[in-house]
């Protein structure tokens, strides 16, 4: 059983930094293709980063230069968020999928960051 949970959520001004946190079992964090994304209210769930196998990471045009996508030996995927804007207000999931694979088969619960003015 494949079980994604995200942490490191919560609120923050704008300009501020968080971390997210993906701990992940039943899969091999070092093997799989992960994601990173985003719903806000009102809208449709949008894609944030995505990290392969190899080869280098993919952003959304929106985060680019602010967040960045990893992974360790741990076991977790982190998504470093820098210079956050209001509108990156939205609940975050972490995704994971079989690289062989388009859709991603698994998807943690999510969790809220919120960044004020």
């Known amino acids: 059983q494949v079980l994604l949970v995200e942490s490191g959520g919560g609120s923050v001004q704008a300009g501020g930094s968080l971390r997210l946190s993906c701990a992940s079992s039943?899969?091999?964090?070092?093997?799989?293709?992960m994601g990173w994304f985003r719903q806000a209210p009102g809208k449709g769930r949008e894609g944030v980063a995505s990290?392969?196998?190899?080869?280098?990471p993919g952003y959304a045009d929106s985060v680019k230069g602010r967040f960045t996508i990893s992974k360790d030996n741990a076991n977790i995927l982190y998504l470093q968020m820098n210079s956050l804007k209001p509108e990156d207000t939205a609940k975050y999931y972490c995704a994971a999928r079989f690289c062989d694979e388009i859709e991603y088969r698994y998807w943690g619960q999510g969790t809220q960051v919120t960044v004020s003015t």
């Open positions: 990290i392969e196998r190899f080869g280098p």
């Open positions: 039943g899969i091999t964090v070092s093997t799989s293709c």
